[in-house]
């Protein structure tokens, strides 16, 4: 059986696409810029907040000048209010409940910035569905690099192949095959079964309970 699953946040275990195309707008707007369409979002995030705000740099044609200025205020009114239009995936919780009824632990990696991502988990998850919360530091690369993940992995003292990577997009299946995790990609988020499926997942699914079958399965 598997001994840890580890999630992605954004599109796998919260459905924060309204949050982000709002937060993102209304720094956009502050600094005179237009809106970007809420679906268009979807394409635009995943790697970060510094590269959301430069891929919506691109979208709008902004100057470079006032992009600290933008993500700044990103970051700051996105923090400030950080459950804005979140909420769990349908059957998240109760995947959440199962796993760790059978002993499993669990936790998010997240390139959503640290502080937020922590507050995002406690407050829909506690401490007692989401074991840790880890999200985007000063100095530690993002996903698709792996050392979050493998950081993940000493702290639960398991070892990749005792877990599964759960994501929705490329960047997901990258880094759980950059950690030599098992990857499952799911559908309900952001991105395409076309883009898991390129990205080698090993498993596709719309399901959260595929996901529980899965992990004790194995």
Do not use: H
């Not at 902004?62 to 950080?82: G, H, P, R």
């Not at 995936?89 to 910035?113: F, H, M, R």
């Amino acid at each position: 059986m598997v001994k840890a699953c580890i999630f992605d946040m954004d599109g796998t275990t919260v459905n924060s696409i309204k949050s982000i195309a709002y937060f993102a707008n209304r720094a956009l707007n502050k600094y005179g810029l237009s809106s970007i369409d809420t679906e268009r979002y979807k394409l635009l995030v995943g790697n970060g907040a510094k590269t959301l705000v430069k891929r919506m740099f691109a979208e709008v044609g902004a100057a470079d000048d006032i992009y600290e200025e933008v993500l700044n205020e990103y970051n700051k009114s996105y923090d400030d209010n950080f459950l804005y239009l979140a909420k769990p995936y349908d059957g998240i919780c109760e995947l959440l409940q199962k796993l760790k009824k059978s002993g499993i632990k669990t936790a998010i990696v997240s390139n959503k910035p640290d502080s937020t991502a922590k507050k995002i988990s406690d407050e829909l998850f506690g401490k007692e569905l989401i074991d840790i919360c880890v999200g985007a530091r000063d100095g530690v690369p993002l996903k698709p690099d792996p050392t979050v993940v493998v950081e993940v992995m000493k702290k639960f003292e398991v070892e990749p192949e005792d877990c599964l990577y759960i994501g929705d997009t490329a960047t997901d299946m990258l880094t759980g095959k950059n950690a030599g995790i098992y990857t499952i990609g799911v559908l309900w988020g952001f991105r395409s079964r076309d883009e898991i499926e390129g990205a080698g997942a090993d498993m596709v699914t719309d399901n959260p309970k595929d996901i529980f079958n899965k992990a004790i399965e194995e």
